[in-house]
């Protein structure tokens, strides 16, 4: 059976927490307005479909020729989800982000070929939650699909509250950490149960 919840909020958290996506989006927001960062997002969005694309054909044919490789993607990518958690548990509540020029499309799709967040992100997902269930070409596109969605989003709604966000967090660090943090701890261990 598919852990639906727990996909899902493994997907949004790893979407909604500081990244470089979601930094620059929401700092090229407060710099230029939201209008104006679209162009970066939609280039950010772009860039997430291929590495999405990439590394679920990677993480399908490991788990499909490396069968007993299963244990060790549960282990790692659980130690990682807890790893996560130390790191936004302990992160500072400082989001400031200075900039010079605007950025581009383009900017915003190569950065994703250098952002390790969402290649952990993708191979974390796929070979956690979505291969254990689903196979098929389709299904995987599909998936690919929705943590697209789901990760791009994030940088999309950073962008639109820019400096909201950022007051929001450095308000309420401690408070929004340990809830997040939680919830990365409650994904970790529910692989094992």
Not at 4 to 19: E, N, V
Not at 72 to 100: N, P, Q, R, T
Request: charged fraction near 10%; charge should be positive; hydrophobic fraction near 55%.
């Amino acid at each position: 059976m598919f852990p639906l919840y727990d996909f899902l909020i493994y997907c949004f958290i790893c979407a909604y927490t500081p990244g470089a996506n979601n930094l620059l989006s929401m700092s090229n927001a407060a710099r230029l307005g939201f209008r104006r960062s679209v162009v970066f997002n939609l280039g950010i969005t772009a860039g997430f479909f291929l590495v999405m694309s990439i590394c679920t054909f990677f993480s399908a044919t490991l788990y499909t020729l490396l069968p007993r490789v299963k244990i060790f993607m549960e282990i790692l990518g659980a130690l990682y989800m807890l790893y996560l958690a130390w790191k936004v548990w302990k992160s500072s509540g400082d989001l400031k982000g200075e900039g010079g020029r605007e950025v581009s499309f383009w900017d915003g799709m190569f950065l994703q070929f250098m952002n390790p967040k969402i290649y952990i992100y993708a191979i974390t997902a796929m070979s956690l939650y979505i291969l254990p269930v689903y196979s098929s070409p389709l299904a995987l596109f599909g998936f690919v699909l929705v943590l697209m969605v789901i990760g791009a989003s994030g940088s999309y709604v950073w962008a639109l509250f820019g400096a909201a966000f950022c007051r929001f967090f450095a308000r309420h660090t401690k408070a929004v950490n340990l809830v997040m943090a939680l919830l990365l701890v409650y994904c970790a261990v529910s692989l094992f149960l």
